[in-house]
Each structure stands twice: as C-alpha cells, then as structure tokens.
T-cell receptor, first 111, second 114 residues
Framework: RKEVEQDPGPFNVPEGATVAFNCTYS??????FFWYRQDCRKEPKLLMS???SGNEDGRFTAQLNRASQYISLLIRDSKLSDSATYLC????????????FGAGTRLFVKA | GAVVSQHPSWVICKSGTSVKIECRSL??????MFWYRQFPKQSLMLMAT?????????EQGVEKDKFLINHASLTLSTLTVTSAHPEDSSFYIC??????????FGQGTRLTVV
C-alpha cells in the first residue's frame, strides 16, 4: 500500500462547479498535512495546511480526519485558473523526518 | 514564506557526463533537505534525504553511487547525477522545511540527457 493515496484523476468540471478531492495516508504517526498545487512544469506551491478542526481559505476548504487517516479538499465555484494538479502531502516523523507526496489529482476546469 | 533556490533550472548534457544541481536555502538554515524526481505525468518521488554534515539517506531503489548528494553547509545541498543516461532525464526538485513544518521547494531542474 502506498504511504499516501489520492483519488485517481483527471477531474473535468465546468466553471462554477464544486469539486472534492480525497486522500488517505497509511502511517498513523504522521504529523502534519498539506495540499499543494502544481502547475505544469513548475514546482509545487503550498495551497493550504490541513487541520482536524478544518481549514477554510476563500473557496477552498480542507479537512483532516485522524481516526480514518483521511484528508479532503473542497473547491467551490471552480475557476478556469484552478486547473492544475493537486497534491496531498504528509510529513512523517518516524524513522527520519520526510515529506511524502500523493500521486496527485489532475483538475481541468472548462468554460 | 521561506525561499529555496535551485540551480540550474534546466540543463542538457551528453550521455555519460555528470551534472550537478544546487539547492540553497536563502533565508533559513536547513539541516535537512530533500531531493525529488518527477517524470512526466507522474508525482514527485522522494529520492533521498540530505543531512548536513553526514551521509544522505536514500529511498529504496535509488542508486547512491549514481546520485551523489553532498550537504556541506546549512544552506547548500548538491545532487550530482553521475554518468547520466537518457533514462535519467527528468524534473529534479529539492525542498527544505524550516522548523519541519511545510515544505518549500526550489524551482526545479529539468534535465535532458541526449
């Protein structure tokens, strides 16, 4: 089983749609969680951190469920500019601290 | 946010030659940096963890003699791809975590071996 698994993509949605991405992680001792966005041929950029209490930033809402080892990202009112790959990222502190990426979910928002 | 600078941003080299990629933390000290590789339409795969003043830790399947990592100072880690071959062509990205929280990435290096 992969350490971090994400929904297979791609997601093709019209502008204005609401889209949800899911992610699960295998290591229960994982310490911190993030969603990153990666545009084609560019480095990943932090979108938002993920907390058990939930985290909202404008049209984006992230949620963490530690008991289920599950992370989600909700994008409301999708814009064309939201088209990108969204990466679920987990920091693991056991056996040496390291950052593990999910495979990414490609989102296409169309007019 | 913190700044991580990677150089060069792209390089083309002949098969059999070596290429060095630098990763610098510009406004913080990084005892640990990470090197990733990304093939087209795939996710970032962790290659190795670079530790300042000690040997790097390589992920399973990554050849340590081919991908030499040196972390000689708190702000610089280098990755050298030795005897590069076309199958080594990829996007290489480094990252560092100030205070071990969120990762900041270098701009990435696109390596093409011809």
């Amino acid at each position: 089983r992969k350490e971090v698994e994400q929904d297979p993509g791609p997601f093709n949605v019209p502008e204005g749609a609401t889209v949800a991405f899911n992610c699960t992680y295998s290591n229960s001792a994982s310490q911190s969680f993030f969603w990153y966005r990666q545009d084609c041929r560019k480095e990943p950029k932090l979108l938002m951190s993920v907390y058990s209490s939930g985290n909202e930033d404008g049209r984006f809402t992230a949620q963490l469920n530690r008991a289920s080892q599950y992370i989600s990202l909700l994008i409301r009112d999708s814009k064309l500019s939201d088209s990108a790959t969204y990466l679920c990222v987990v920091n693991m502190g056991t056996g040496g601290f390291k950052t593990i990426f999910g495979a990414g979910t490609r989102l296409f928002v169309k007019a | 946010g913190a700044v991580v600078s990677q150089h060069p941003s792209w390089v083309i080299c002949k098969s059999g030659t070596s290429v060095k990629i630098e990763c610098r933390s510009l406004d913080f000290q990084a005892t640990t940096m990470f090197w990733y590789r990304q093939f087209p339409k795939q996710s970032l795969m962790l290659m190795a963890t670079s530790n300042e003043g000690s040997k790097a830790t390589y992920e399973q399947g990554v050849e340590k003699d081919k991908f030499l990592i040196n972390h000689a100072s708190l702000t610089l880690s280098t990755l050298t791809v030795t005897s590069a071959h076309p199958e080594d062509s990829s996007f290489y990205i480094c990252s560092a975590l100030p205070a071990q929280v969120q990762a900041f990435f270098g701009q990435g290096t696109r390596l093409t071996v011809v």
